[in-house]
């Protein structure tokens, strides 16, 4: 069955208190617009059940027939959508107010993005940080520690509730803290739930004002991993290199929880920034959390290891242990930590860093996976490795699919190509990949 469904804009949260002439035209395109893929997003994210959804061709069946158009009322602006299932509705007829929130902040963020003030490497940063300015994250006073998380959006129930516990142990130690997190479900959620509890034992809100759940995604994964309910800010990147980037100039911090190929994707691109000779001396904690009797982690570090050897000691902390135990650890250590400035304008990021990863048959043909190459240059290599895995099984499954039984050839030394394939092969066995239609891997290896 199917209704129709009246959605107002937010004006605060796109333009400023009312839209111009102007702004409703840009609007009105920008939703007609196929590349913005906007019928497929505002699915996502009006669908209550979003946690049963992690392929964005189920959104895209299911929301096949909904149709959007503008629809002005008293001057306010409304999306009078038609032909919406009812079922993603969570009484059949209205949709929750978050999800209000969140189509018009993702508005802002693809139809009234800010245009780029200049081109070329050394602009990137700059122009990230002004996507950041435009959504007004940057422009609220004080802040206490900001630290990010990255990890699974498909995790153990005693995964999520070890991350749960770990952002109740954060924010009780240090109720002035927010959280960055990749804003959907599993990981991306637990650590909000734990603070949310955390926050209302210390009175933070009252203490030290609003506090935000801050939710970073990226368009082209945003129908599959649509934000929670618990986002309060959230901003959606043009590409994933964007918003890694973003995670961490916006973080004081960071800390990963086990996951699956995206996660090892954002480990390597960590590593890849603090193994920058520009990078050396800037204070940056990366920490791979994992609860007690894990081996998650310990089978991570030995897969650095025979890529790497030594080249990558120092550059992160792994921590097995009780939740509680890490939170007193990042108490203690963000005394002597300045966390007054929430833009560490001070890193330095390498073009390739920055650099979009188109994927391609081609393109992931053309990878480099071997010795015969600093260590840098690998870690950048493995990264889109991983990152072509996420977009084959996640982004555009369909990409995958055109192929049939062919696959892009992986070269590179054996054994880091062994290993390589190992890993993911153990990752889409614990559920933490989503499988192809012919559950094959989205590469192969000689």
């Known amino acids: ?114 245009k780029h003030s200049c081109d070329g490497d050394d602009c990137r940063s700059t122009n990230i940080k002004k996507f950041v300015e435009h959504s007004g994250l940057m422009y609220r006073g004080e802040r206490g520690l900001v630290m990010f998380t990255w990890g699974g959006h498909q995790v153990p129930l005693d995964e999520y509730n070890f991350a749960k516990e770990l952002g109740y142990w954060t924010a009780l130690f240090m109720p002035d803290m927010e959280n960055i997190t990749g804003c959907g479900v599993g990981v991306m959620k637990a650590p909000f739930k734990g603070a949310q509890v955390a926050y209302g034992k210390q009175n933070s809100f009252e203490r030290f004002g609003h506090r935000d759940f801050i939710g970073f995604s990226e368009k082209k ?38 996951g699956g190929a995206g996660t090892v994707e954002e480990i390597l691109t960590m590593l890849a920034l603090l193994s920058m000779p520009d990078n050396k001396g ?19 570090v030995e897969y650095l290891d025979i890529c790497f050897g030594d080249a990558l000691d120092g550059l992160y902390n792994v921590h097995v242990g009780t939740a509680r135990a890490y ?85 590179g030394d054996k054994n880091i190509l062994a290993a390589t394939d190992q890993l993911v092969r153990k990752l889409a066995k614990q559920g933490r990949i989503h499988p192809s239609k012919s559950n094959k891997p989205a590469y192969r290896i000689e």
């Open 1 to 114: 069955m199917q209704t129709e469904l009246k959605i107002p804009i937010l004006p605060r949260r796109i333009v400023s208190q009312q839209f111009s002439d102007a702004d409703i035209e840009r609007l009105a395109q920008g939703l007609a617009d196929p590349e913005n893929r906007m019928v497929e997003i505002i699915g996502a994210l009006i669908n209550v059940h979003k946690n049963d959804v992690c392929d964005t061709r189920e959104i895209r069946v299911k929301f096949k027939d909904m149709q959007i158009e503008l629809a002005p009322v008293n001057g306010h602006i409304n999306l009078l959508c038609s032909r919406v299932p009812r079922d993603c509705l969570y009484d059949g007829r209205n949709v929750i107010w978050q999800s209000v929130e969140h189509i018009s902040a993702v508005i802002r963020d693809i139809i009234f993005a800010p």
């Open 327 to 411: 939170a007193n650890y990042v108490a203690y250590q963000t005394q002597h930590l300045n966390t007054r400035y929430l833009w560490n304008d001070d890193l330095v990021f390498d073009p390739r860093i920055q650099e979009p990863f188109e994927v391609t048959f081609e393109s992931m043909e053309g990878l480099d996976l071997s010795r015969d190459q600093e260590a840098f240059s690998l870690l950048i290599n493995l990264r889109r490795f991983f990152s072509g895995v996420v977009h084959l099984t996640v982004k555009d499954p369909d990409m995958l699919d055109s192929w049939g039984d062919d696959r892009p050839l992986i070269k």
């Open 221 to 258: 994964i945003l129908a599959a991993e649509a934000p929670n309910e618990l986002v309060t800010q959230l901003l959606t990147f043009p590409t994933i290199e964007e918003r890694m980037e973003a995670f961490i100039r916006a973080s004081h911090r960071g800390k990963v929880h086990p």
């Open 282 to 300: 800037i204070p940056y904690e990366f920490d791979l959390v994992e609860m007690g009797g894990g081996v998650y982690f310990k089978e991570l």
